[in-house]
């Protein structure tokens, strides 16, 4: 897969994960601004966004250790920044008592995806 075709997997792929929490939390005002936002923004930012938050879980999202939805993710995500609020409401979905089996492994599938794309942009 060339570099440029990653990217645009990547950046469909994250779609999809939008989407698909938009499903969940239908109601969540902010999750139209964050569509808004990723289809104007680069998709290299939008990687590198994903990756500066991810990467140093990468083992655990790879080796679906629920630890990196539980007690990791948010720990570095101390700033109010946009994608600090984003990626705590996918923590809010998986520490739900409602949510899923089903819906947790359709998150560890894009999230495995997103990363090793991720990775695979960053390192060839």
């Known amino acids: 897969m060339s ?11 994250f779609m999809e994960l939008l989407n698909d929490i938009s499903t969940i939390k239908p109601n969540d005002p902010t999750l139209m601004m964050v569509k808004a936002a990723v289809s104007v923004l680069s998709t290299e930012m939008i990687i ?4 500066n938050y991810t ?6 999202i790879l080796n679906k250790d629920e630890s990196f939805f539980i007690n ?10 946009f994608a600090a609020r984003e990626i705590n409401k996918v923590r809010d979905i998986w520490c739900d ?8 492994q359709c998150i560890w599938k894009y999230f495995t995806v997103l990363i090793k794309l991720g990775l695979k942009h960053r390192y060839g």
Request: hydrophobic share 20%.
């Open 55 to 60: 990467e140093p879980y990468k083992e655990k």
């Open 97 to 104: 008592p409602e949510t899923t089996n089903d819906t947790k």
């Open 3 to 13: 570099n440029s075709s990653t990217v645009e997997t990547f950046y469909t792929v």
């Open 72 to 81: 990791e993710i948010h720990k570095d995500v101390k700033d109010n920044s």
């Open 48 to 51: 590198n966004q994903f990756m």
